[in-house]
């Protein structure tokens, strides 16, 4: 796993190390979310694909994931003159653990080509905000190691500025693509909400309608009902009046 390998670069004088933090100001529940989404963005436009390969949960509670990344590859301009041979696109693997008990999301990531130039082993950890739950923290690290002699410090400097430069690109690629979900999700809560409005408005509409059409049958059955009395009442009139005359005949 790339943690054991950063663990090798932790022990390795000869590496050159750095570190940083930066802040998403979204949630932890939010970059969890999205950790997965993170390209592509308009400030991404060196990765160039990114495939899951593996992915498990650990302990009932982590979700594990390896992917592959593909990457373009930037010779300096110094360099060029030596290392115009090298591929300028390069592989990645990125190991990830978001831990949703302890809070926290950790990446590791390492290039698995190009390891005589220039090796690099990034961690990433996501962590909540102590003094605010809506803002994440951003612990990035890396450690850059060259094998390429006589060039190995100057190369293994520019891997810490390329890294340094990248991490601010990469913090604003996911804060575009945090803004970008938070911006749909609320979008859909009030689409959702004005579909729930717009039912109850149908619903009530449904029931004004039962109800005057209700009421409208029972004035109309209570109107047929009074009518059918009268009509009753006038054949029962009619049918006593013939027996009246033939009595008052004969008492003539």
């Known amino acids: 796993l790339i943690h054991f390998y950063k663990r090798s670069f932790q022990r390795c004088e000869m590496a050159k190390y750095y570190n940083t933090e930066h802040i998403h100001p979204f949630s932890w529940e939010h970059v969890c979310r999205a950790i997965f989404q993170r390209y592509p963005n308009p400030f991404a436009s060196h990765v160039l694909s990114e495939d899951t390969v593996y992915r498990e949960i650990i302990n009932g509670s982590v979700l ?15 360099g060029e003159k030596w290392l115009s041979g090298f591929a300028r696109r390069v592989p990645l693997i990125e190991e990830s653990y978001v831990d949703r008990v302890n809070r926290t999301i950790t ?15 990034e961690k990433v950890t996501y962590k909540e905000c ?15 190691e060259s094998r390429f002699y006589g060039l190995r410090s100057a190369i293994k400097n520019f891997g810490i500025e390329r890294f340094k430069s990248n991490c601010v690109k990469a913090t ?12 749909q999700q ?22 004004h309608q039962y109800r005057e059409k209700t009421e409208s049958l029972k004035e ?12 009753a009442k006038k054949a029962a009139h009619m049918a006593t009046a013939p027996s009246s005359l033939l009595a008052a005949e004969k008492e003539d």
């Open 107 to 121: 990446t590791y990531t390492r290039n698995v080509g190009l390891s005589n130039f220039m090796t690099v082993a």
């Open 220 to 231: 109309k059955s209570s109107q047929q009902w009074n009518n059918a009395k009268e009509t």
């Open 130 to 144: 102590p003094e605010n739950p809506d803002r994440t923290i951003a612990v990035k690290e890396a450690w850059v």
């Open 64 to 78: 594990y994931s390896r992917r592959f990344l593909m990457k373009t590859n930037k010779i300096p301009k110094w």
């Open 172 to 183: 604003d690629g996911f804060n575009h693509v945090l803004e970008q979900l938070h911006t």
């Open 186 to 207: 609320h979008n859909l809560s009030r689409i959702r909400q004005e579909k729930i409005e717009e039912f109850h408005h149908i619903r009530d509409q449904f029931k």
